[in-house]
């Protein structure tokens, strides 16, 4: 056990996850203070253990009474944490009983039903609903976390997530703040505005290796190349497979949803034939029971079909390969030896086409391979495309850093919008304290206050 350790509650919390130790970004975690309300921003690399250290903050908090909420960007992760979290309910209080919720539904509820929980697990979206039913028990709030905060920088999801930090920090000033990202390369503007203390480190407990395929090769971070044998069916799916064969699991991503499901029926023969007996009973059941949950439609149909096989879109379990689009990525555990990037770029709803992913994002997509639950060590391979030079990709994003975070409220329409919507949900506000609210924006400290 750790010796910077000597709390009991977090002590049992450890012991009851089964841990020999903390990872050393948990031990300077503590050193900073997070079991003492220190508000702090931890910016520390994909599978450093950033839960756990939410989580002894957590237990603090509602040892003291308090409440404690939890906050993802999607509903996935939300499911994930929530499972997560849970291990609290084992932990004894004094004889007090520590309970855990969730609540990502898009219906806009008051929140009240939320009241009986001592740790309330929400989406980022969801919390802003709940500002604005101003629910009662948010004055007993004493932590908000907010896991994957390089959000902010996101043009679709950034505004909302900027607004609910904001509120925190002017509606909430004496709760503590537990911000988590692995990718923030501004990390002192970030942590200066939500005023939290830094922990930093580029400490990682699996080893994750990056490179570029293209004609059949790959070319990898660490100096080494290898050859993949061609299907001719997908390079993507070769890759795969060909981690398959080395005995580690991957997982696909791909630009569409359509598109992840059709590499999804292309992996199918090469994994089927792959497969034991006793995986192919495995996954017969799986298959099984993702159609006894009564959902007929086409898309469960698919999955079920392709599950029986060993392959699966969007979904966890006893598969070899798995393809999903990039909106997975953030923040999720899944067993993925090998993140293969079919493609660098996503589709973008706004643009009405294709665009290149950020480095931000794709260091976020090979951040799923190489979890210490699942491997002791990753791999991340960029599929280069026809016309896309393998070198210029590789010295981009492999070689490349995120980008910094900036606000995204400086689109105009995003702007307008959470303004409209800060006087339509406070009544009674006036101009000065709009004006207030709107100067503690990130995007006032990036952008110049006169400018809001
Ligand atoms: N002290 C520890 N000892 C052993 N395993 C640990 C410890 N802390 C965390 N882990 C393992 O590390 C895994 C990754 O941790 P976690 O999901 O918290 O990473 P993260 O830093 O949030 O990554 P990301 O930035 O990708 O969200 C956990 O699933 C858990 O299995
Ligand atoms: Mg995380």
Redesign the pocket.
């Known amino acids: 056990m750790s010796a910077a350790i000597t709390d009991g509650a977090v002590k049992a919390l450890?012991s009851q996850?089964g841990?020999?130790?903390?990872?050393p970004p948990?031990e300077m975690a503590v050193k900073s203070g997070i079991l003492e309300y220190e508000r702090i921003l931890v910016t520390?690399?994909?599978?450093?253990?950033?839960?756990?250290i939410a989580m002894m903050a957590i237990l603090k908090a509602v040892e003291k009474g308090m409440k404690a909420v939890y906050l993802t960007p999607l509903r996935a992760l939300a499911s994930e944490k929530y499972d997560d979290l849970k291990i609290l309910e084992k932990l004894d209080l004094g004889g007090s009983k520590i309970r855990v919720t969730v609540a990502t539904t898009d219906y806009d509820s008051s929140g009240n039903e939320l009241a009986g929980a001592d740790v309330i697990v929400l989406t980022n979206e969801k919390m802003d609903t709940l500002f604005r039913h101003n629910a009662e028990w948010l004055g007993n709030v004493g932590i908000f976390v907010s896991?994957?905060v390089h959000l902010i920088g996101d043009r679709e999801r950034g505004p909302t997530l900027e607004m609910m930090l904001t509120k925190i920090r002017r509606n909430y000033p004496q709760s503590q703040v537990v911000a988590?990202?692995?990718t923030v390369a501004n990390s002192d503007e970030i942590a200066d505005w939500l005023g939290c203390k830094l922990v930093e480190s580029d400490w990682r407990?699996t080893k994750l290796v990056e490179g570029v395929y293209e004609y059949g090769a790959v070319k990898m971070s660490d100096g080494s190349k290898f050859k993949v044998e061609s299907s001719g069916v997908s390079s993507a799916v070769d890759l795969a497979i060909d981690s398959f064969n080395g005995g580690g699991q991957a997982l696909i991503f791909a630009e569409t949803r359509k598109r992840a499901a059709s590499l999804a029926a292309k992996a199918v023969d090469g994994v089927y034939k792959r497969l034991d007996k006793a995986a192919r009973e495995l996954a017969a059941g799986a298959s099984a029971d993702i159609l006894a949950r009564g959902d007929d439609s086409e898309l469960t149909k698919t999955l079920a079909q392709l599950v029986a096989k060993g392959v699966a879109f969007h979904h966890k379990g006893i598969i070899k390969i798995l393809t999903a689009t990039p909106t997975l990525a953030?923040?999720v555990?899944l067993p993925a030896r090998r993140v293969v990037i079919a493609s660098i770029l996503r589709y973008d709803s706004d643009y009405g086409g294709s665009v290149p992913i950020s480095v931000l994002e794709y260091k976020?997509l090979c951040?799923?391979a190489g979890?210490?639950?699942y491997d002791a060590f990753g791999e991340a391979v960029i599929v280069s495309e026809r016309g896309v030079n393998a070198e210029e990709l590789y010295d981009h994003y492999v070689l490349g850093s995120p980008e910094p975070l900036r606000s995204q409220l400086s689109n105009d329409s995003a702007i307008r919008f959470h303004l409209l919507s800060a006087i339509a949900t406070m009544p009674g506000m006036k101009k000065p304290e709009i004006h207030d609210l709107f100067a503690g924006t990130l995007f006032a400290r990036q952008y110049r206050s006169a400018t809001v």
């Not at 841990?19 to 990872?23: D, F, G, H, M, N």
């Not at 520390?44 to 756990?52: D, E, F, I, M, V």
């Open positions: 450890i996850l841990y020999s130790s903390l990872y948990q520390t690399p994909t599978a450093s253990g950033k839960t756990l896991d994957e988590l990202s692995a407990p953030a923040g555990n976020q951040g799923r979890r210490p639950k």
